[in-house]
């Protein structure tokens, strides 16, 4: 079946620019999972959907970032007036159920971002 | 703070010889404990997790990691390691109760030679 899917791929963006970063998960799935994963680090948390509820967003850098998933499937990351220091690979994960404890993540493929 | 340590950037290691690549992290209680492994242009697959019981756990192509409490480690084993192994490794973690949060650890890089 069809895994966790992102779009686009690859973005370049002009400093100042918004974008907007979109996650396809697996079909069913509850649970839904943002991170950022910058050069050389592991992906950092930023944000976790159950269904349509935001139920953590402790990991948002900057009220410039914003992030919706309103009708429990698909989700979009935004990033308003990016900078520089927001170029990174931004991973989308999903699992089946609530999202707590032991659940296996299923991830995309990431999006790259690079502002210049 | 929690935390998660994998103290080595790369691990070389000749095909057929047993690999270790290392993790230890610092969470409160007694964490779920995660591998997953990333492949040249694809996303993070998951390989094991300890949730509770027998402190060795087994996981996908041969992979297994052993939980040790007292020295908060998690170190991914495998008795002989192949050129296709090759890849990024990531230690993660998560607290039992409560959050959403997993930790990941910075990633180690292997590298198997033929």
């Known amino acids: 079946g069809a895994g966790v899917s992102q779009s686009p791929r690859y973005k370049v963006a002009k400093r100042g620019q918004d974008v907007a970063l979109r996650c396809d998960p697996i079909?069913?799935?509850?649970?839904l999972f943002w991170y950022q994963q910058a050069l050389g680090q592991g992906p950092e948390f930023l944000t976790y959907?159950?269904?349509?509820?935001?139920?953590?967003k402790s990991g948002l850098p900057s009220d410039r970032f914003f992030a919706e998933r309103p009708e429990g499937s698909v989700s979009t990351l935004k990033i308003q007036r990016t900078q520089q220091e927001d170029s990174a690979v931004y991973l989308c994960?999903?699992?089946?159920?609530?999202?707590?404890?032991?659940?296996?993540?299923?991830f995309g493929p990431g999006t790259r971002l690079l502002v210049l | 703070a929690q935390s998660v340590a994998q103290p080595e950037d790369q691990v070389n290691v000749a095909e057929g010889n047993p690999l270790t690549v290392k993790c230890t992290y610092s969470v409160s209680g007694n964490p779920y404990l995660f591998w997953y492994v990333q492949y040249p242009n694809r996303g993070l697959q998951f390989l094991l997790k300890y949730i509770t019981g027998d402190n060795l756990v087994k996981g996908s192509y041969g992979f297994e990691a052993e939980f040790n409490k007292s020295q908060t480690s998690f170190h991914l084993k495998k008795p002989s390691a192949l050129v296709s192994d090759s890849a990024l490794y990531f230690c993660?973690?998560?607290?039992?109760?409560?959050?959403?949060?997993?930790?990941f650890g910075a990633g180690t890089r292997l590298f198997v030679k033929a």
């Open positions: 993660a973690v998560r607290e039992r109760r409560g959050g959403f949060k997993t930790i």
């Open positions: 079909s069913g799935h509850v649970s």
């Open positions: 994960a999903s699992s089946p159920m609530g999202g707590g404890g032991h659940e296996t993540q299923y």
């Open positions: 959907f159950q269904n349509e509820a935001q139920l953590d």
